[in-house]
């Protein structure tokens, strides 16, 4: 039985596999023309669908592929402008698994990178799909203001604007960069000649005529300050250190927030769980855990395997408010919860007046 409607994740695969398998067609690689390329995916477009939702889709469906071509068409005009400057698609879902042992901080690097061109001067460009509502760039998904966190100083550096004047940055995301680190070993030849790396965005019918390349400008020091961060972070995590957990406000998207009732975990914490986890119980319960936290490791044989009672507690009590609500007046917010809004606060001290 398939699907009434494309979930976000299936909408970017159905769109990833039409660019594999155009990529595969000697016809696409070298086709210079924006209509013919358009007509291209236009038609793997209809090859592919079917696989992922059926002879007869739904309505819903229907309208979702139709969004689909728009984007690819869009793109034609940026793929024809790639081929006609000497750029030859290289590979395509270009798979780095563990068994490749490309190692770094003593832990294997495994990955898919969406496509690799090749130029005979300019080297290499890595290019990663993006079917975001709106579009991002690259630098300002990588890199962000820099934050100090004692339990990790690898991740800031100091970046040179436009202008000529050093500013402090701190790394957000890691994935282009360990690109040109895999593209280094991979295919050194051609990596000789640089390597240059960006999304290719498959914008919505809003964006339509808007060029699809964003190029992130990653210098050599740049590129060995997001490798010494990347070898840092890989260390930390085969020594099964994950202490302490980032402030609520840096993670954009978080599966357990949940858990924690959307409260910080690090004011949840007992006892028992802190000294589990090696963390100084007396500074467990502080107001501003980010900053006075160090780097604890956590001993295999002594993770927690389930939550702390507080958590559990702070979630019962959640659940309990949400029943009070619907029968009778609403429960007052319990402890980590904001007086004005009754939701999970950002902010610090953990009850605050203002949102």
């Known amino acids: 039985m398939y699907a009434r409607e494309i979930p976000a994740t299936d909408f970017g695969t159905v769109i990833h596999k039409v660019l594999e398998e ?8 070298v086709a210079t023309d924006a209509e013919e390329i358009g007509r291209m995916l236009s038609l793997r477009l209809d090859h592919v669908a079917p696989r992922y939702f059926g002879d007869k889709p739904s309505p819903v469906v229907r309208v979702q592929l139709e969004s689909m071509r728009v984007r690819l068409l869009a793109a034609a005009d940026t793929e ?3 081929h006609a400057e000497g750029w030859q698609i290289l590979a395509v879902e270009h798979k780095v698994r563990k068994e490749d042992k490309r190692m770094l901080g003593g832990l294997a690097v495994a990955g898919t990178m969406d496509r690799v061109e090749r130029h005979p001067v300019h080297g290499l460009r890595i290019l990663d799909y993006k079917t975001y509502a709106r579009a991002k760039n690259p630098r300002k998904t990588h890199i962000g203001p820099q934050r100090g966190r004692k339990h990790l100083p690898e991740a800031d550096f100091e970046m040179m604007t436009e202008k000529g004047k050093l500013v402090p940055r701190s790394w957000t995301d890691l994935q282009l960069p360990l690109y040109v680190w895999l593209a280094r070993q991979i295919w050194p030849e051609d990596a000789a000649k640089g390597v240059r790396v960006g999304y290719f965005l498959l914008p919505p019918e809003t964006d339509a005529g808007k060029d ?3 190029i992130f400008a990653l210098d050599d020091a740049m590129e060995k300050s997001a490798i010494r961060c990347a070898a840092r972070v890989a260390e930390l995590v085969k020594d099964g250190r994950f202490w302490p957990p980032s402030p609520a406000a840096w993670v954009e998207f978080d599966d357990f927030a949940g ?8 004011l949840l914490i007992d006892k028992e769980s802190a ?6 119980p007396s500074i467990a319960r502080t107001t501003d855990s980010a900053a006075t936290y160090s780097s604890w490791p956590m001993p295999e044989a002594a993770r927690p395997t389930g939550l702390s009672r507080a958590a559990s507690n702070s979630s019962n009590a959640a659940r309990s408010r949400n029943k009070s609500s619907r029968s009778h007046s609403p429960a007052p917010p319990p402890r980590n919860f904001c007086r004005k809004c009754s939701s999970a606060c950002r902010k610090r001290p953990a009850i605050t007046a203002s949102c």
Request: hydrophobic fraction near 45%; proline fraction near 7%.
């Open 22 to 29: 155009c990529a595969g067609d000697p016809a696409y690689r």
């Open 275 to 280: 000294e589990r986890l090696n963390v100084n």
């Open 80 to 82: 024809a402008r790639i």
């Open 212 to 214: 699809s390349l964003e």
């Open 259 to 266: 858990w924690f009732a959307d409260a910080d975990p690090a």
